[in-house]
């Protein structure tokens, strides 16, 4: 059983940054794919970034990308978000998930292809 907690979430001017954290439990070893989605209201789910940590390869989308830094600490089983030069539009609900099918190497897959999640982080950005 995969349990995923997200902290690091607020409200921030327009600029500045935040650090989410998602700390993975019920595993001996963090999974092969990790992810960050994120869902403003009325909007569909849409893919932040990925990392593949067996490797450390990183994708991003593009709205996000030299933005947005996805990154592991293995020995904490923890994966984190820093996100800077905030922008309004960013404002959303972040949510870490996994995929825990075993062997994976391709990470850039959509939000039905991940299999745990964690409960979000809200962030808001506005002056």
């Known amino acids: 059983q995969v349990q995923l907690v997200e902290s690091g979430g607020g409200s921030v001017q327009p600029g500045g940054s935040l650090r989410l954290t998602c700390v993975v439990s019920?595993?001996?070893?963090?999974?092969?794919?990790m992810a960050w989605f994120r869902q403003a209201p009325g909007k569909e789910r849409e893919r932040v970034a990925t990392i593949y940590t067996i490797g450390d390869n990183t994708l991003y989308a593009d709205s996000v990308k030299g933005r947005f830094t996805i990154s592991q600490d293995g020995a904490k089983n923890t994966v984190y978000l820093q996100m800077n030069s905030l922008k309004p539009e960013d404002t959303a609900m972040y949510y870490c998930a996994a995929r825990t099918l075993p062997g994976d190497r391709y990470c850039w897959l959509p939000s039905s292809m991940y299999n745990a999640w964690g409960q979000g982080t809200q962030v808001t950005v506005s002056s």
């Open positions: 019920g595993v001996t070893h963090i999974t092969n794919c």
